[in-house]
């Protein structure tokens, strides 16, 4: 727990200062001073943001039984932001053209043998088949 800890810390810390060097490079772009106090606050509750969504994100998922987040989650939860939610779906969009058609899995066979006389007597009816099949 204590690893996991110090990941976050130094995930939050990166951040963190992330944010303060975008906040300062608009702020130089668009002409505006901003208090340093505040530029941590911005990348304070950005990092927070971004832990939220990350919850929600699994817990769409997991509403859907799965383990994996799809865009289709992450569209959903901009659903609050018509704007976000617009530029959430053109990415999509532009990820599909640029997505190479890849190619269907076959099916998984859903006969699980866990029974030792199950498979001793698939084993026979193997052997019987091969007795049976005509030779050339």
């Known amino acids: ?14 951040f963190r200062l992330s944010g303060i060097s975008i906040a300062e490079v608009e702020a130089k772009r668009n002409d505006v001073h901003i208090q340093e ?41 901009t659903h609050r932001n018509e704007n976000l ?12 053209t640029k997505a190479p058609k890849s190619e269907r899995r076959p099916r998984r066979s859903k ?9 001793s007597s698939l084993d026979l009816e193997d052997q019987e088949q091969e007795d049976i099949t005509p030779t050339d």
Do not use: P
């Open 85 to 96: 939610a617009a530029s959430a779906r053109s990415f999509c969009d532009n990820l599909a």
């Open 1 to 14: 727990m204590e690893e996991e800890d110090e990941v976050v810390n130094l995930l939050r810390d990166r």
């Open 37 to 77: 106090h505040v530029s941590v606050c911005i990348a304070d509750l950005a990092f927070k943001y971004a832990e939220h969504l990350a919850k929600d994100l699994q817990l769409f998922a997991w509403h859907a039984r799965r383990k994996t987040v799809k865009m289709e989650d992450v569209i959903i939860s």
């Open 111 to 119: 006969l699980l043998i866990t029974d030792d006389k199950a498979a």
